[in-house]
């Protein structure tokens, strides 16, 4: 009965059913779409037990829990066994039903999925196709529908926008449009873009986006049709940066090529010339039509070498590259200089496509290099050969000289008082003398002989094939040439100059002994009175030795403490009183002995040390003074000052020092000045002998009538008294002029109403003499010489006391 009764029910079915015993699960029935689903006849298939066509383990379990009754009603996909063997895909529903009130069938719909498997298959290899085609794009994609929602995009679309990987991660088209208006430079005109593209489904657009990156991409964008009705959109965007950049730097190097400033020339591979620019124009004073298609032997040469341009093709191919130096013939014919630079251009076979050369006009440089090796061996100012020049070339002729027993002479020539000149009309009217006495020195000289400027005002001359005859006759010309005189603007005056004379191989056989023994000549020159000449001599050395010597020893002696003061007395011609104390420096060295003031106080001048001993004498005496004051036996100390020692800035603030400090009265102070310190700079010296009178310090004349004797000065400077040079009394009594000059001096200080001391008084009769005329007092060894402060005491306790 039920047989009758489902049959025609299953038959009208489309799908595949079965209908299972649920106590044995043995198929009763199956239609014919179940036959042929599995490629089976009805009878292999009813009575079997359903799990004999099953193709899975797992159906093993599933029919197990359908026995079970676990639930009435299931839906799974399987795999089925078909009458090939073959595993068959099915949709499985297995329903409880109960087709009698006291009997139940599990009803089992199959359906198919062969098929559908096949056509999913057929679409995820197309889906993979198209995501394959999408990555390997080298553009950016990105894929929408009609109202812009983001259904796809590439790889490179990320890279190209820079999307962060959390984005990639989650579906968010808001955060990435958000994105992409942040990465563009101008979000607004971007979104309004986008708006216009869901706005027109049918828009085509294709622009260019500029990112804050600095990356530049172009967009395009198309419909995606579907049965010619528009469905979404389709953007590809490509980096056009580079393409930009390259395109701009083509513009740029066409750019170059016209605006540079070095010249350039471009050939074809078989050298000839195709194109210049307007600098190789300019430098080759040719316009372009008359080089274009010459070969650039044709123009370029070396005049030392006349086969390197031929040859230059054949070791371009060789090497690519080329540099040097050639010339180029201008139009004016002027030859000039330029350093070349040819490079060989190939493409990306190798093959030759063009070279280009680079060249620029080395004239400016040859003059510097000019300029600097005449600044490397002339001197700047006069353009006389320097040290170095000199050097070479007195290096060659010695040699000559040695070999050929020839004499040569050096001239060391310093001028005079050229530092007045300076000092008084400023360094840039002294630059103008030294350039007329170069000339002058030039003019005395053979062709042969090199003058040099050492420096300042110091010049050496380097004879060749001169004896001590023609060194004395060449030294009375320069003399005289520079004796002669010099006319700069509307000045006229004169100029000497010292000259040392050293020869060779007498006084040394190379440049530096000979220039050495010349100044050493030359310092003996100035030493005694300038505006001569010398020749060099051994003795000389030695004395220069001697100074050297001596004034080390000087140095150390102020070191040691070794420097003592001697006091001279001067006495009243009137009634035989001690009227005051001249300080007299002593020295006494462990190795030279006692050594006499003229001996080390000139050289102590020259070096300038006059000026510390001169503070030391100052601060002595000063010392001794205020002891006798203090004792109750007061004494004048008188000091001298050199000139130097004067001329210190804060002289009258130390002199005001030392006796403040010592307790000294200041009367009990004299200072001596020679007549040579008070005629420079009058004024100054006239504010400081003020200031000096100001303190109370008595001030005298040294040495008066040796120097400079003005009634002038003596009017004008606050001066107490003059002491006359024992040069004018060792005359005396017998020495007319002696007479005639002391007894003017004294009428002279008795009419200014100043005090007098005579110095160098060794006879009775000077002495006797000096009264009559009315001289004040006297200091010589007739009373004694200069004493130590001790012996000087005991002397002082023998005179009368002063009236004053």
């Given at each position: 009965?039920?047989?009758?009764?489902?049959?025609?029910?299953?038959?009208?079915?489309?799908?595949s059913v079965w209908l299972v015993n649920?106590?044995?699960?043995?198929?009763?029935?199956?239609?014919?779409?179940?036959?042929?689903?599995?490629?089976?006849?009805?009878?292999?298939?009813?009575?079997?037990?359903?799990?004999?066509?099953?193709?899975?383990?797992?159906?093993?379990?599933?029919?197990?829990?359908?026995?079970?009754?676990?639930?009435?009603?299931?839906?799974?996909?399987?795999?089925?066994?078909?009458?090939?063997?073959?595993?068959?895909?099915?949709?499985?529903?297995?329903?409880?039903?109960?087709?009698?009130?006291?009997?139940?069938?599990?009803l089992v719909g199959l359906r198919d999925l062969r098929r559908q498997r096949s056509t999913e298959d057929e679409l995820e290899k197309l889906v993979a196709e198209l995501r394959a085609t999408l990555e390997s794009t080298a553009d950016g994609i990105l894929v929408t529908d009609l109202n812009g929602g983001i259904r796809n995009y590439n790889r490179h679309f990320?890279?190209?926008?820079?999307?962060?990987?959390?984005?990639?991660?989650?579906?968010?088209?808001?955060?990435?449009?958000?994105?992409?208006?942040?990465?563009?430079?101008?979000?607004?005109?971007?979104?309004?873009?986008?708006?216009?593209?869901?706005?027109?489904?049918?828009?085509?657009?294709?622009?260019?986006?500029?990112?804050?990156?600095?990356?530049?991409?172009?967009?395009?964008?198309?419909?995606?049709?579907?049965?010619?009705?528009?469905?979404?959109?389709?953007?590809?965007?490509?980096?056009?940066?580079?393409?930009?950049?390259?395109?701009?730097?083509l513009k740029l190097a066409a750019k170059v090529f016209e605006s540079s400033l070095e010249s350039i020339f471009i050939t074809s591979p078989d050298f000839f010339i195709l194109a210049v620019n307007p600098a190789c124009e300019s430098l080759m004073q040719c316009p372009s039509g008359k080089l274009l298609g010459a070969l650039p032997?044709?123009?370029?040469?070396?005049?030392?070498?006349?086969?390197?341009?031929?040859?230059?093709?054949?070791?371009?191919?060789?090497?690519?590259?080329?540099?040097?130096?050639?010339?180029?013939?201008?139009?004016?014919?002027?030859?000039?200089?330029?350093?070349?630079?040819?490079?060989?251009?190939?493409?990306?076979?190798?093959?030759?496509?063009?070279?280009?050369?680079?060249?620029?006009?080395?004239?400016?440089?040859?003059?510097?290099?000019?300029?600097?090796?005449?600044?490397?061996?002339?001197?700047?100012?006069?353009?006389?050969?320097?040290?170095?020049?000199?050097?070479?070339?007195?290096?060659?002729a010695l040699r000559v000289a040695e070999r050929n027993n020839g004499e040569c002479g050096v001239f060391f020539i310093d001028l005079d008082r050229f530092k007045n000149i300076n000092d008084s009309m400023g360094h840039t009217f002294g630059d103008r003398v030294l350039v007329d006495v170069a000339q002058r020195l030039k003019g005395c000289l053979r062709e042969t002989d090199t003058l040099c400027r050492l420096g300042g005002d110091e010049f050496v001359i380097f004879l060749q094939e001169i004896d001590a005859r023609g060194a004395e006759?060449?030294?009375q010309r320069i003399l005289e040439a520079l004796g002669q005189t010099l006319h700069i603007d509307?000045?006229?005056?004169?100029?000497?100059?010292?000259?040392?004379?050293?020869?060779?191989?007498?006084?040394?056989?190379s440049l530096d002994t000979l220039i050495k023994c010349a100044d050493t000549a030359m310092y003996l020159v100035k030493a005694r009175g300038r505006g001569s000449f010398r020749f060099y001599?051994?003795?000389?050395?030695?004395?220069?030795?001697?100074?050297?010597?001596?004034?080390?020893?000087?140095r150390q002696a102020m070191d040691k403490g070794l420097f003592r003061l001697h006091y001279q007395p001067q006495i009243s011609l009137t009634n035989g009183s001690l009227l005051g104390a001249e300080a007299l420096i002593r020295w006494t060295d462990d190795e030279l002995g006692s050594i006499s003031p003229a001996m080390f106080i000139p050289l102590a001048e020259e070096s300038g040390f006059i000026t510390t001993i001169g503070t030391w004498v100052l601060e002595e005496a000063v010392r001794q003074a205020t002891l006798w004051q203090n004792r109750g036996t007061p004494v004048t100390v008188s000091i001298n000052v050199s000139a130097l020692q004067f001329q210190l800035p804060d002289f009258v603030e130390t002199v005001a020092a030392v006796i403040r400090i010592a307790g000294l009265k200041p009367q009990l102070l004299e200072l001596e000045l020679t007549e040579s310190i008070l005629i420079q700079d009058a004024n100054e010296t006239l504010s400081r002998l003020h200031a000096l009178a100001a303190l109370g310090i008595a001030l005298s004349i040294d040495d008066f009538g040796t120097g400079y004797s003005s009634l002038a000065y003596l009017k004008r400077f606050?001066?107490?008294?003059?002491?006359i040079d024992r040069s004018f009394v060792t005359g005396l009594p017998d020495d007319e002029s002696d007479r005639a000059i002391v007894s003017a001096t004294i009428g002279m200080a008795r009419g200014l109403k100043l005090k007098l001391v005579a110095e160098g008084v060794e006879t009775p009769a000077q002495r006797d003499y000096l009264a009559s005329l009315g001289c004040e007092s006297f200091q010589g060894f007739l009373c004694a010489p200069g004493l130590a402060a001790d012996k000087f005491e005991e002397l002082m306790a023998g005179l009368p006391a002063s009236q004053d």
């Open positions: 009965m039920t047989r009758i009764v489902w049959r025609p029910l299953l038959e009208g079915l489309l799908e649920p106590v044995d699960l043995r198929i009763l029935a199956v239609n014919q779409a179940a036959c042929d689903l599995l490629g089976l006849q009805r009878q292999d298939m009813v009575g079997k037990p359903a799990i004999e066509l099953t193709a899975t383990p797992e159906d093993q379990f599933f029919w197990e829990d359908v026995a079970s009754g676990l639930t009435e009603n299931i839906h799974s996909e399987t795999l089925l066994r078909g009458a090939d063997g073959m595993a068959v895909a099915v949709e499985r529903r297995v329903s409880l039903v109960w087709p009698e009130a006291d009997r139940s069938v599990y990320a890279e190209l926008w820079s999307v962060p990987e959390a984005l990639l991660l989650r579906r968010d088209d808001t955060a990435i449009y958000a994105h992409l208006a942040n990465q563009v430079s101008d979000a607004q005109h971007f979104r309004q873009r986008l708006q216009e593209m869901v706005d027109n489904p049918l828009l085509e657009t294709s622009d260019m986006l500029v990112l804050t990156s600095g990356r530049v991409l172009e967009r395009v964008t198309r419909p995606q049709y579907s049965r010619g009705q528009p469905t979404g959109r389709v953007a590809s965007f490509r980096d056009i940066t580079q393409s930009l950049a390259a395109q701009s730097q032997q044709d123009i370029f040469y070396d005049p030392q070498d006349t086969e390197l341009m031929p040859g230059l093709p054949a070791k371009l191919q060789e090497q690519g590259f080329w540099r040097g130096q050639l010339w180029i013939r201008q139009q004016d014919l002027r030859a000039c200089a330029v350093q070349m630079s040819w490079v060989l251009l190939r493409d990306e076979v190798g093959q030759v496509t063009h070279s280009i050369g680079f060249f620029r006009d080395l004239t400016e440089e040859h003059e510097a290099q000019k300029r600097i090796e005449q600044l490397a061996y002339n001197d700047v100012l006069t353009g006389l050969p320097n040290r170095l020049l000199l050097s070479q070339r007195a290096e060659f006759v060449l030294a509307d000045m006229q005056f004169s100029i000497g100059c010292s000259i040392g004379i050293s020869l060779y191989p007498e006084d040394g056989k001599q051994p003795q000389m050395n030695v004395n220069l030795l001697s100074h050297l010597k001596m004034d080390h020893a000087m606050p001066i107490s008294k003059l002491k």
